[in-house]
């Protein structure tokens, strides 16, 4: 028995979640580093600088397979998004579109912000700021790449949790049109049968 488009749908939640979570267990790993330049009230000292820049510059030389496999699972996370939008339910079709784009969003955060800075860890340009806010700028990035993917997680929890209720509603309407019809039919059955009732008497 093949799977509905429903079944499909279901599958492609969980891949959303699973890819999403990936993504941001790979990036929330950085925050062990990240947190001595952002949240140090003492404010970071020059070894903390070292040890960020040494661990971007290792995450820059990490190698080619393991950023194809990390490519490869967010890639898989839209193509479930544009599964699930295919044919979206008008009454849910937002929170559907809003996934996606939050998620290509997280995706455009890392090229443009992430990559870019941890390829300035290896050749020392940052542009118009200094190598020290430049690291600062690229932990806050991560943040902002957690954060954007939350969103996702946030929005796929409110589809599961609007579908369930859409369903639960759907439910309940088709019941009550299924007694209606029950005593629609259990009306005409007694009006036949008085009818019928009726027409022998006459008879006799």
Known sequence: MGLSYKDICSLCSTI???????????????????A????????????????VLTH???????????????????AIGIIAHLVRTYK???????????????????ICVFITNIKTGIDCTMTHEWGE???????????????????VFSGVI????GLWSSTVDYEKRMTEFMEEE????????????????QSKGKKGKKSE
């Open 154 to 157: 946030f929005l796929q929890a």
């Open 56 to 74: 971007y510059q290792t995450l820059r030389a990490t190698a080619t397979p393991l950023l194809y496999v990390v490519a490869v699972i967010a």
């Open 129 to 147: 700021v200094d190598e020290k806010s430049g690291l600062a700028v690229l932990g806050s990035s991560n943040i902002i790449l957690l954060c």
């Open 88 to 106: 979206p339910n008008p009454d849910l079709q937002y929170f559907e579109y809003g996934s996606l784009v939050v998620y290509i969003l997280g």
């Open 16 to 34: 959303i979640l699973m890819s999403t979570c990936f993504i941001m267990g790979v990036f929330y790993s950085n925050l062990s580093y990240d």
């Open 36 to 51: 001595h330049l952002l949240f140090n009230k003492a404010g970071p000292t020059e070894d903390d600088y070292a040890l």
């Open 178 to 193: 299924r007694l209606e019809q029950m005593k629609a039919a259990t009306a005409k059955t007694s009006n036949t049968k």
